[in-house]
């Protein structure tokens, strides 16, 4: 069964601390990508990666990492320098070919600092 | 740099009334438009979607048609049930020569209620 996979759902985050939330997929697609969600809010794209090995930033970039090792994954670190990572974390993936231009998401983490 | 804008952020409607959600893009060149339906605390799905060489397409009791002359392209719902009631974001797929990339560029969203 081909999909993406998110872990944890949810997640919880101490002042100061690093978290690394999980994002795996078996679809064999090129591009992958982090988007943030707030309450009532749009998609804000985090980080993108087109190909293995390389990544670029999107347009909420600061206070997160990423690292792209391998085709099915594709991990997110949210550092102690983002003020407000409290929100609901999705990660998505598309091929890079015309067979493929829509994304297909994960089922989202949701991160709260406490 | 490229733009997606969507209107109206919410919409209401009656069971069984048609429901319409437009959206405009700033990049001439883009050439795919998907659409999403997102229910409370899931995650997107693509419910339907068009290339730019189409100029409408039809699923059911969903629409989407795109007027690339206008750069706007809108998402029709017949037949509303309260089950159709989410939040729903257009996207436009950029085609920017050589710079481009896979990645599309959303819409900020419509919370769409069906009441019944």
């Known amino acids: 069964d081909g999909g993406i996979t998110q872990s944890p759902k949810y997640l919880f985050r101490k002042e100061g601390q690093n978290v690394t939330l999980s994002c795996e997929q078996n679809l064999n697609h090129d591009a992958m990508y982090w988007y943030r969600q707030d309450p009532g809010q749009g998609l804000r794209l985090i980080y993108y990666s087109q190909i293995v090995n390389d990544f670029q930033k999107g347009d909420i970039a600061e206070g997160y990492s990423v690292s792209r090792e391998k085709k099915e994954s594709f991990p997110l670190t949210v550092t102690s320098a983002q003020k407000n990572p409290t929100a609901f974390y999705l990660c998505a993936s598309n091929s890079g070919d015309r067979r493929g231009y829509g994304y297909t998401f994960g089922s989202g983490t949701r991160l709260t600092v406490v | 740099g490229e733009n997606v804008e969507q209107h109206p952020s919410t919409l209401s409607v009656q069971e069984g009334d048609s429901a319409v959600i437009k959206c405009t893009y700033s990049?001439?060149?883009?050439?795919?438009f998907p659409w999403y339906k997102q229910e409370l605390g899931k995650r997107p799905q693509l419910i339907i979607d068009?290339?730019?060489?189409?100029g409408e397409k039809k699923d059911q009791r969903i629409a989407v048609t795109l007027n690339k002359t206008a750069k706007h392209f809108s998402l029709h719902i017949t037949e509303t049930q309260p089950e159709d009631s989410a939040v729903y974001f257009c996207a436009a797929r950029p085609s920017l020569g050589g710079g481009a990339t896979n990645k599309l560029i959303f819409g900020t969203g419509t919370l769409l209620a069906v009441q019944p």
């Open positions: 068009i290339r730019s060489n189409v």
């Open positions: 990049d001439s060149a883009s050439n795919y």
